[in-house]
């Protein structure tokens, strides 16, 4: 499956458009349960430590990714947390106080699913310093490695 990743030019946000060949409640688990987390969010040969992940509604998360180039740092606010939609807020910590809005809707097409994710970032400059981090590399491996996880 490809991802797709839109950022029109003049606008700070970003969407995100992928198919998985999985049911949404087996890809709103691998978004929401710690076990399942750390085997596929990050790029590849990243390591994973959850500080912390209470995926509802009002919760938060804080993990660090890791790797032989060093470490890196994210946290956030669950602001809604549904079987279809998961809304919160990301923040790496290697750029302190560019927080997004993301908001993410899972669609059913009988036994697959196509996750839209519509990301809002604080200005257009945090949003090309984004993409200009290595972000598609890394969302691109992480859904190749769920793909994985939601084959198991």
């Not at 994973?48 to 994210?74: K, N, T, W």
């Not at 946290?75 to 923040?91: A, C």
Request: hydrophobic share 35%; glycine share 8%; proline share 6%.
């Amino acid at each position: 499956m490809s991802t797709t990743i839109t950022a029109q030019p003049g606008t700070p946000f970003i969407e995100i458009t992928r198919e998985f060949a999985a049911p949404p409640s087996a890809v709103f688990r691998a978004y929401t349960d710690p076990e399942l987390i750390v085997r596929w969010l990050g790029p590849h040969g990243m390591k994973m430590e959850i500080v912390e992940l209470d995926a509802r509604s009002g919760g938060a998360y804080d993990y660090i990714h890791r790797d032989d180039r060093g470490e890196y740092h994210f946290r956030g606010v669950y602001h809604t947390v549904s079987p279809d939609r998961i809304i919160q807020t990301f923040e790496f910590l290697g750029a302190p106080g560019e927080v997004t809005l993301d908001s993410m809707v899972l669609t059913d097409l009988g036994g697959r699913t196509r996750m839209v994710t519509h990301s809002v970032f604080p200005s257009i400059e945090a949003r090309d310093k984004a993409l200009d981090s290595g972000m598609s590399r890394g969302m691109t491996e992480s859904y190749e490695r769920l793909d994985k996880v939601l084959e198991d």
